[in-house]
């Protein structure tokens, strides 16, 4: 069964930073492009980033552009978010997710998401 | 502003059918595949519909899913309570290099 479960979120400073993680089990992690996805408080879903299964491409929302940076260790079938320069705007649930094929360009669909971490940037 | 465009909310009473709608344009919806998740209350979102109108295992028949042009439909039959839930459509967009999601519909069973 696959598991996506995040950790990391927290309540930080406008201009602060947070690194968020995610631990994945159940599939084979390295063969797989992941993403972040984001919902603001009341709000819909909107892709934050995505990065290929070997770390060779990776991709950001312009909202996040510049700030935010994606990573992946396959061995340890983990996948960060490095969330710079926040704003009050970041606050949201964040989650974790898994797209069919190798690439992010192109996802045609998340297949899993994990249960999403809060991030609040507040004064 | 979400880049796909779905009606904020939709009611039907149990038993019925409701039809979920999603608009984009060619450089999303036109070329490219179209998903749809579902977001119970409190919970993370749930992949329902791929590729336009595949189910993934596990997921009724009850739920389908089309497209046609630039835009796409989920159908819901049989509505049960349980179907409370925000619906939301997704897809790949080759213009802004990013996935798109609708703004969500509210479905309410009554």
């Known amino acids: 069964e696959v598991h996506l479960v995040e950790s990391g979120g927290n309540l930080v400073q406008p201009g602060r930073s947070l690194r968020l993680s995610c631990a994945a089990s159940g599939f084979n992690f390295g063969d797989s492009a992941m993403h972040w996805v984001r919902q603001g408080p009341g709000k819909g879903l909107e892709w934050v980033s995505g990065i290929s299964w070997n770390s060779g491409s990776v991709n950001y929302a312009d909202s996040v552009k510049g700030r935010f940076t994606i990573s992946r260790d396959n061995a340890k079938n983990s996948l960060f978010l490095q969330m710079n320069s926040l704003r009050t705007e970041d606050t949201a649930f964040y989650y974790c997710?898994?797209?069919?094929?190798?690439?992010?360009?192109?996802?045609?669909?998340?297949?899993?998401w994990g249960q999403g971490i809060l991030v609040t940037v507040s004064s | 502003q979400s880049v796909l465009t779905q009606p904020p909310s939709v009611s039907s009473a149990p038993g019925q059918k409701v039809i979920i709608s999603c608009s984009g344009t060619t450089s999303n919806i036109g070329n490219n595949y179209v998903s749809w998740y579902q977001q119970l209350p409190g919970t993370a979102p749930k992949l329902l519909i791929y590729d336009n109108d595949q189910r993934p295992s596990g997921i009724p028949d009850r739920f389908s899913g089309s497209k046609s042009g630039t835009s796409a439909t989920l159908g819901i039959t049989g509505l049960q309570t349980g179907d409370e839930a925000d619906y939301y459509c997704?897809?790949?967009?080759?213009?802004?290099?990013?996935?798109?999601f609708g703004g969500g519909t509210k479905l309410t069973v009554v």
């Open positions: 997704g897809t790949w967009d080759g213009s802004l290099r990013a996935g798109v």
């Open positions: 997710a898994k797209s069919s094929g190798t690439s992010w360009y192109g996802v045609r669909y998340f297949d899993y």
